[in-house]
C-alpha cells in the first residue's frame, strides 16, 4: 500500500514562495505519476499540476502557470511543489496523489484518475 505524506504548508505574505513536499513510503514503485491539487473552502478539488513517472512530462493549471513548478527525485521518493508569487487566492489545503494508469511519459490532472492520497497540508497567503 502507498502512502503519501505531504509538507511544507504554512502562512506567507502575497508574493512570497513556499515548497511543498510529496514524500512515499509503503510499497513503492517508480511508475507512479504524482500530481498536486488543492481545495478551497466550498470550491471543488482543482488539479493544479503533474508529473510523469519519468519526470518527463509536467502540466499545470492555467491559474498557477508560470508560478508553480513541479518536480520529483525518485531516488528520495519525493515529489516537490516550488510556489512562488503566491496570491490570497491560492489559500487551499494542498493534496498530492498517485496514479499508475498513465505511461511513464504522460500525466493529467484528473483528479478521478488518481488512486492514493495525502492528508493535504494548508497554505494561506494572507497579509
Known amino acids: 500500500q502507498l502512502q503519501l505524506v505531504e509538507s511544507g504548508g504554512g502562512l506567507v505574505q502575497p508574493g512570497g514562495s513556499l515548497r511543498l513536499s510529496c514524500a512515499a513510503s509503503?510499497?513503492?514503485?517508480?511508475?507512479?505519476?504524482i500530481g498536486w491539487f488543492r481545495q478551497a473552502p466550498g470550491k471543488e478539488r482543482e488539479g493544479i499540476s503533474c508529473?510523469?513517472?519519468?519526470?518527463?512530462?509536467?502540466h499545470y493549471a492555467d491559474s498557477v502557470k508560470g508560478r508553480f513548478t513541479i518536480s520529483r527525485d525518485n531516488a528520495e521518493k519525493t515529489v516537490y511543489l516550488q510556489m512562488n508569487s503566491l496570491k490570497p487566492e491560492d489559500t487551499a489545503v494542498y493534496y498530492c496523489?498517485?496514479?499508475?494508469?498513465?505511461?511513464?511519459?504522460?500525466?493529467?490532472?484528473?483528479?478521478?484518475?488518481?488512486?492514493?492520497w495525502g492528508q493535504g497540508t494548508q497554505v494561506t497567503v494572507s497579509s
Open positions: 496523489a498517485a496514479s499508475r494508469i498513465y505511461s511513464s511519459t504522460y500525466c493529467d490532472r484528473n483528479k478521478y484518475d488518481y488512486n492514493y
Open positions: 508529473i510523469s513517472s519519468s519526470g518527463t512530462s509536467t
Open positions: 509503503g510499497f513503492i514503485r517508480d511508475d507512479y505519476s
